[in-house]
T-cell receptor, first 115, second 113 residues
Framework: ETGVTQSPTHLIKTRGQQVTLRCSSQ?????VSWYQQALGQGPQFIFQ???????GRGNFPPRFSGLQFPNYSSELNVNALELDDSALYLC??????????????FGSGTQLSVL | GENVEQHPSTLSVQEGDSAVIKCTYS??????FPWYKQELGKRPQLIID?????GEKKDQRIAVTLNKTAKHFSLHITETQPEDSAVYFC????????????FGKGTTLSVSS
């Protein structure tokens, strides 16, 4: 196992609602990134946090936001949910300094369904 | 934008045969190329990675080759087994920041016994 835990495992929301997904990692994993994986696709980078600050973002609108806490846990918040937000959301962590070329280990993901 | 293309999308082999999956990337600044295996309903698992300062890396039945000039890299699985059946993703690091990866669309490998 990777030591990366995500909650909840499954979630059903309706269009327009807001959702918060959570991730916790083992001590020392101070960099966390979030990915969205639509059915039949590869994961897409949403953003990355290092030392509680966002330091990289993919092509996602501002209604996707995040937080990282001093205990290495993290949240992904999505406002004004749309049907296309239905996907598996993956959290990935590394023990590195947030720079490039570091191995990423994924959590089991949260399956979000927007109706 | 930056892109990683992966081929083939599906691959069926007989147990014991070899399997090869190929990827090309567009960002010439990419220098880290991991491969992930994802079984149905499970998380992507890192199986092997290669950095741009080497051309080939091997781990038991799995090997990865990298051609930086041509901007392509490949995964080679020898002596395939039914438990190798899964979706395989290649990825390359993005230039923008940190550990951001851009993934290919995946290859569904089926190994029949």
């Amino acid at each position: 196992e990777t030591g990366v835990t995500q909650s909840p495992t499954h979630l059903i929301k309706t269009r327009g609602q807001q959702v918060t997904l959570r991730c916790s990692s083992q001590s020392g994993h101070n960099t966390v990134s979030w990915y969205q994986q639509a059915l039949g696709q590869g994961p897409q980078f949403i953003f990355q946090y290092y030392r509680e600050e966002e330091n990289g973002r993919g092509n996602f609108p501002p209604r996707f936001s995040g937080l990282q806490f001093p205990n290495y846990s993290s949240e992904l918040n999505v406002n004004a949910l749309e049907l296309d937000d239905s996907a598996l959301y993956l959290c990935a962590t590394t023990s590195g300094t947030g720079f490039r070329n570091e191995k990423l280990f994924f959590g089991s993901g949260t399956q979000l369904s927007v109706l | 934008g930056e892109n990683v293309e992966q081929h083939p999308s599906t691959l069926s082999v007989q147990e014991g045969d070899s399997a090869v999956i190929k990827c090309t990337y567009s960002d010439s600044a990419s220098n880290y190329f991991p491969w992930y295996k994802q079984e149905l309903g499970k998380r992507p698992q890192l199986i092997i990675d290669i950095r741009s300062n080497v051309g080939e890396k091997k781990d038991q039945r799995i090997a990865v080759t990298l051609n930086k000039t041509a901007k392509h890299f490949s995964l080679h699985i020898t002596e395939t087994q039914p438990e190798d059946s899964a979706v395989y993703f290649c990825a390359a690091n993005l230039n923008q920041a940190g550990t951001a990866l851009i993934f290919g669309k995946g290859t569904t490998l089926s190994v029949s016994s």
